[in-house]
């Protein structure tokens, strides 16, 4: 089977709710969907924390960042963490953790190095996205670094079906674009419950049209992608901002620069992103 019917193939499965998940990410699900519970309140969010050691070191650890952490103040408790951080942070996290192991059983070489570049470059967009949106854009910084982290989530999920599908390695790097993406990704984002919102920021990454300054969730997501200094190993978007001239990028934000924003917030997005390729 070629790539471009492999894509075909597996996103009929997908349109028709046949995804396969391991069973570590459904683990996760179970968890993700309890978070998502309108009548979750702190209590059982910490113990549905404690569940997963991973999720647990990782919510203490933003939660003393300099993202999270104005008063310097350090805690070394679940229960601490998840007061500070709230719950739709401890679902980002949850998810990017969700998101990261898709691919996880992965050992073909080659692809288990796309995945972990994927990865890379999906840790760069979430954290760019939260300090976007919360000093640029005004849009919700938990929104952004949710669309972030699972912008690229049918990437993962291709690169997982290798094992059945060995032609998705074949061909040219914009079949994935022109073939697999829209498709495959809608059908997961629509399994994880994607919001509304963040699913059409996703579909506006898709399009690859965005205002400066970025005024909507949409252009937030692009602007962050094309501030990414390491690049989606999967494709070069057609019409995507080059790294070296994304470097360029710059507009008026308030009585500064987006240039000077980003250097105001450097150890932010540092802090995130260490948290994120735990």
Not at 97 to 126: C, D
């Amino acid at each position: 089977m070629d790539r471009i019917a492999a894509f075909n193939h597996i996103a009929a499965q997908v349109s028709q709710g046949a995804i396969t998940f391991p069973p570590n990410v459904q683990a996760l699900r179970k968890l993700q969907l309890a978070l998502a519970d309108p009548e979750c309140h702190i209590d059982l969010a910490t113990k549905l924390v404690q569940t997963d050691p991973l999720l647990s070191a990782r919510a203490v650890a933003l939660a003393n960042s300099v993202a999270y952490n104005r008063s310097g103040n350090e805690i070394s408790n679940v229960r601490s963490a998840v007061q500070r951080l709230g719950i739709r942070t401890l679902q980002s996290l949850l998810t990017a953790l969700l998101v990261r192991q898709l691919a996880g059983g992965i050992s073909h070489p080659l692809v288990k190095r796309k995945a972990a570049l994927l990865w890379e470059h999906t840790a760069h967009v979430a954290a760019l996205a939260q300090v976007l949106a919360r000093r640029v854009s005004h849009v919700d910084p938990d929104t952004a670094m949710f669309a972030g982290i699972v912008h690229e989530v049918g990437g993962f999920y291709m690169l997982a079906q290798l094992e059945n599908h060995p032609g998705i390695l074949d061909g040219e790097p914009a079949d994935w674009i022109d073939h697999g993406e829209m498709a495959i990704s809608r059908g997961v984002l629509k399994t994880l419950v994607t919001p509304a919102p963040v699913l059409e920021a996703v579909e506006a990454l898709w399009m690859g049209m965005r205002a400066l300054p970025p005024e909507t969730l949409g252009d937030t997501l692009l602007l962050a992608n094309d501030l990414a200094p390491v690049a989606s190993p999967l494709h070069q978007r057609p019409g995507a901002t080059t790294m070296l001239a994304a470097r360029t990028i710059d507009c008026v934000v308030g009585s500064g620069t987006l240039h000077s924003v980003l250097a105001e917030s450097a150890a932010e997005v540092k802090a995130m992103l260490g948290v994120l390729m735990l």
